[in-house]
């Protein structure tokens, strides 16, 4: 399967959460750290009106946006008391695995004071990797049992936020896609393929995909929820926002190859009981405490990659 960028991405840590677009600056419902990443830049585009301000970050000094490095605590705080926004969303993660977990770790548990500070409500955006992929299906009561880095960065990184903010929102998110544009992982998988040099997708390893584009609706009504919408139910300590559908890797990326009418010969089938170093074989998530409304948005793969974006942002519903 393609490599959609794992876990609620949003923009790197170790050179910025990135992007801000603001509507006006009285005190904001909705400030996003990394915005212009790859959930971060979804949610300020499907949040529409709900929003006195989408608010993201970056040190690329984008136009519009606000700058910021989430490794600079006190940085951190005075946009964060600057901005006082009622919610903040931290959809900014490092931009690749091997980046060390302090990156991570102290970026998330940065934002989580600053918000906690300001009075916030804070999303804060992990992942199924935080799982082993051998005891699920997992629900949000499940421990955390990483066997990556990237998986043991970010349960560290939801430890370092409960305690910095004691009620965050904790929302876990499975494999992120997007074919309209493709995403960076499933640009470089299809470079890879036109190259002949397309790696392995797992038959073995199952996933719950999800469309960032679903994820970010979910993302808006679960803001919705915590500044005070009365239609919506109260979410609990820990959110998960899996796909509908478990099906594995190279069974997505045929999917995948189809909605892009390629050859369904680039998806070169492997098993991911022989990887090394190990890899989680099933990270199937379950939403047994997430409200339903909170997963509505989230359409199977056929649906979603039939039409790529959801016509009616949350927002306008």
């Known amino acids: 399967m393609p490599a959609p960028r794992d876990e609620g991405q949003g923009t790197r840590l170790d050179r910025a959460p990135r992007g801000a677009f603001t509507a006006r600056m009285e005190r904001p419902d909705f400030l996003v750290i990394g915005g212009t990443g790859l959930v971060g830049g979804a949610l300020v585009r499907r949040a529409g009106s709900l929003v006195t301000a989408a608010t993201a970050f970056t040190r690329d000094g984008m136009p519009g946006f606000r700058r910021l490095d989430a490794i600079d605590a006190a940085a951190t705080h005075a946009l964060v008391a600057e901005l006082g926004p009622r919610v903040v969303v931290n959809a900014a993660v490092a931009s690749r695995p091997e980046h060390p977990p302090a990156v991570v770790v102290d970026g998330a548990a940065h934002v989580a004071r600053a918000a906690h500070a300001a009075g916030a409500a804070l999303v804060h955006l992990s992942t199924d990797m935080v799982f082993d992929g051998a005891s699920g299906p997992y629900d949000e009561d499940a ?9 043991a960065g970010k349960a560290a990184a939801e430890s370092a936020v409960r305690a910095a903010h004691p009620r965050a929102l904790i929302a876990r998110l499975p494999l992120l896609y997007r074919i309209d ?4 992982g499933l640009s470089g998988w299809l470079e890879g393929c036109r190259a002949g040099r397309g790696y392995t997708l797992y038959v073995d390893e199952l996933r719950c995909p999800a469309h960032v584009d679903d994820i970010a609706d979910a993302l808006v009504l679960l803001v919705r929820a915590l500044t005070g919408d009365p239609t919506l ?9 899996p796909g509908p559908r478990a099906l594995s890797r ?3 990326g045929l999917l995948v190859l189809e909605a892009l009418g390629l050859p369904a010969a680039w998806a070169v089938a492997g098993r991911a009981a022989d990887a090394v170093p190990p890899r989680p074989r099933e990270l199937v998530l379950v939403a047994r405490r997430t409200p339903l409304s909170y997963l509505t948005p989230l359409r199977p793969p056929e649906a979603a990659l039939a ?3 959801p016509p009616t942002p949350p927002a306008a519903r």
């Open 233 to 241: 139910p109260a979410p609990p300590p820990i959110v998960h926002l």
């Open 181 to 184: 544009p493709p995403d960076r």
């Open 307 to 309: 039409t790529p974006t």
């Open 143 to 151: 421990p955390p049992s990483p066997i990556t880095p990237y998986g």
């Open 250 to 252: 190279h069974a997505f």
